[in-house]
């Protein structure tokens, strides 16, 4: 199947499920057929078919029509050339299918599309239908069979392939275009991927395979999502899921994995992707350098840092920025569910070329280096952030980059940070020494004793000059910062920043003033 036929069917899937979400439709009088249902209709839920006369006849030489049950009286297949869904609705043995959305691509078999145009009509006509473990028949008004279907046996993977990712070395005897990365992980029964610019693959509904042990190997659906690709990519990925979809058998050696067609043909290479061997980590507090992206070290300037306040929020800082982002860790997996921008840290504008992580899957801790493995199978390497580069809380004088609330939105597995950065062209900055804390509050400033003991923080009375603010903003900020000031009850220096721990989950968050 080509893969723009391939991804119309997929959105046509998508657009039967909102439209059949979009409210109840209309039911007309169904016929009874006076056969009775020989099984309850939930047997076809989680069911394949295949069909196996079309108004008596046998389907053409070469064609296949399918038809797959799902839950909520969803069903839906493969006409020979196009794809189908449908919402059905049954009463007992009556059976009927009010509207069929369906793709409209064009074959070149007359056969098979004057063929598909006889089913699309005698599926409409369904009146009733008689299920067995083996068979399933569909019978029009009149009580005549115009449509018999034998049962597929549910998918079978074997032992071999589950469990198991790999990143695509060579795609038709060719390497992938610089920069570019293919992965694929097979599961129980289903398997995704990246394709270098796209998601493929996909739930229970979509994304299955067969195979066995002895090296047999068949895609039998597969989900694609939709966004657009650059030059050359996107050629690369039509042919990468054009090959993967040929898929006839597989052969593991060693640590690679190579998949032919139907002619035996060697299309797709793999290797294995490394898995993590040690416990996964505790990442609460730690702070990292990133020195590799993929092998590459980064360029002069561009490298980040990652700064793990706790269980829930990170900080990743570059040269010119910082953004604060809330994740998850369970076992190796890691996931980011939220992020918001922290505030600059230097007069650059944007980031400067920074290397930023993005929709990390998973992490490892080896040999005392951080790796962490995105979607798209990229591998950033991260060493500990060396004690020499992180400041001291005494001397320097730090610039306030956002006041930090906390947020727990619905549908969130965890709170999150609401920062409110500095306003643009204000500047608040800090210095403590010897007991004593100063600095501007960003129109006016300020002094106040402190007294350290430990990570304990806190202030005594702030007194401030009484220069009127240019702008109420300005003012709100300032009389904001002073008042958080006076609650302060700890710091922590997490990677090169510094965090005065406030109340109910409040804090200062500032760095080194360049």
Known sequence: MHIRQMIAIFSVMVLTALLAACGPQETAHLPVSETPTLAPLRILDDTEWALASLNGNSPVEGSAITLAF??????????????????????????????????????????????????????????????TEERLEFDDAQGRTILAFARVPPPTTGSVLP????????????????????????????????TGCNNYGGGPDSGKYTATDEGILKIIGMAVTVQACPAGVGEQQEAYL???LSAAAYRLVGDRLEIQDATGKTVLIYARQPECAEEPANLEGTGWQLVSVD??????????????????WLVEYSKCEAYIKAYQAAGHELDLVFEAWLGRTC???GGQGAITLGAPSDYCLTQ?????????????????????????LEGPTWTLLAAVEERRPEGLPVPVPDPNPVLEGTEITL???????????????????????????????????????????????????LTWLQDVTGYHIYGRQLWLMVCDGRALVFAVKA
């Open 70 to 131: 799902y839950p909520e009286s969803y069903m839906q297949g493969d006409a020979g050339c196009n794809s189908y869904g449908v919402d059905y609705i049954a009463d007992g043995n009556r059976f009927q299918v009010p509207e069929i959305h369906r793709t409209r691509d064009t074959c070149d078999a007359p056969d098979i599309m004057q063929q598909e145009a006889a089913f699309f009509e005698a599926l409409a006509k369904v009146a009733a239908y008689r299920a």
């Open 347 to 349: 007069q650059y504008e």
């Open 431 to 481: 210095t403590l020494e010897d007991g004593t804390a100063g600095g501007s509050a960003g129109c006016n400033a300020y002094g106040a004793a402190y007294t350290l003991d430990g990570t304990s923080l806190a202030f005594g009375e702030v007194v401030a000059t009484e220069r009127g603010c240019p702008t109420p903003d300005v003012m709100e900020q300032e009389q904001r910062y």
């Open 163 to 194: 469990g198991t990712r790999w990143v695509l070395t060579s795609l038709r005897g060719q390497p992938l275009l610089p920069g570019t990365t293919i992965n694929l992980e097979f599961g129980e029964a289903w398997y995704s991927g990246y």
């Open 242 to 244: 054009e090959s993967f």
């Open 368 to 392: 005392g280096r951080l790796q962490i493995t995105t979607v798209p199978g990229q591998v950033f390497v991260y060493e500990p952030l060396s004690e020499a580069v992180r400041p001291v």
């Open 295 to 312: 092998g590459q070290e980064p360029m002069e300037g561009s490298a980040t840092t990652l700064a793990f306040l706790n269980d829930k």
